[in-house]
């Protein structure tokens, strides 16, 4: 049965609204950091908006003080997403699209307790995805001034007479981790720097690291590049 009942839920603005909430939720638990966040809200939008149900977030959910996030927010102390008659589904096939996962229909609230690491959940979302991906002012304005200072020692004039990549090699925990997963190699940065050099003009790397240093020494020296330091 559909419950209708007043639910509080924070706006946009974070101010109190009264909705009813004639649909069920899909809420999700955020675990992990940025990335895996990411992941863990696109999927929750993705599954929600397919079965006609609406995506919830606590109100610390970690992506809140990054994006402009416009879906429902619930209060901490809310029953909404913790109580008796929510249903937690729990991914089995970890970085994969998991079948059993979304075997479920609209008739019931449901809470995701998973990482959700693959695009299937919500590959038919994407324009939707995009305009909740857009940074706070604060990280925009940050960002921008970044970018400008970087155009500028790069001597470039105009951004439309370039292909700016941006690179990301994590390396941190991944250098000792013994669960499968492995960093970036030498050789994959070479190859990859050429997949993009054979199609693309005029471009310029932007690259990011948690171990600058070794990426550094390991990015091919003949590319056009600006690292971007921790301060």
Avoid at 47 to 72: C, D, H, Q, W
Avoid at 192 to 200: G, Q
Wanted: hydrophobic content about 40%; glycine content about 4%.
């Amino acid at each position: 049965m559909v419950l209708i009942q007043k639910a509080y839920l924070l706006g946009r603005q974070q101010n109190p609204l009264i909705v009813y909430k004639r649909s069920h939720v899909v809420c999700v638990v955020a675990r992990a950091r940025m990335g895996n966040n990411m992941f863990q809200f696109a999927a929750a939008l993705g599954i929600a908006r397919s079965k006609g149900m609406i995506p919830v977030i606590n109100e610390y959910f970690p992506l809140r003080k990054i994006f402009k996030l416009t879906v429902s927010v619930v209060p901490v102390n809310s029953d909404i997403c913790d109580s008796s008659r929510i249903v937690t589904r729990v991914e089995q096939k970890p970085s994969s699209y998991d079948l059993e996962l979304v075997n479920f229909t609209n008739a019931h609230d449901v809470r995701l307790v998973s990482y959700l690491g693959s695009y299937m959940y919500f590959d038919k979302y994407s324009s939707e995805l995009r305009k909740q991906f857009l940074f706070q002012d604060n990280i925009q304005s940050e960002a921008n001034k970044t970018m400008e200072g970087i155009l500028n020692r790069l001597k470039i004039i105009s951004r439309q007479q370039v292909t700016l990549i941006g690179v990301h090699v994590r390396r941190g925990d991944y250098v000792k981790n013994n669960e499968g997963y492995l960093p970036a190699t030498r050789e994959y940065l070479y190859q990859a720097v050429e997949w993009y050099e054979l199609r693309y003009t005029h471009v310029y790397f932007i690259v990011a690291s948690d171990g600058i240093d070794w990426t550094k020494n390991n990015m091919p020296t003949h590319i056009k590049v600006a690292y971007l330091e921790r301060t």
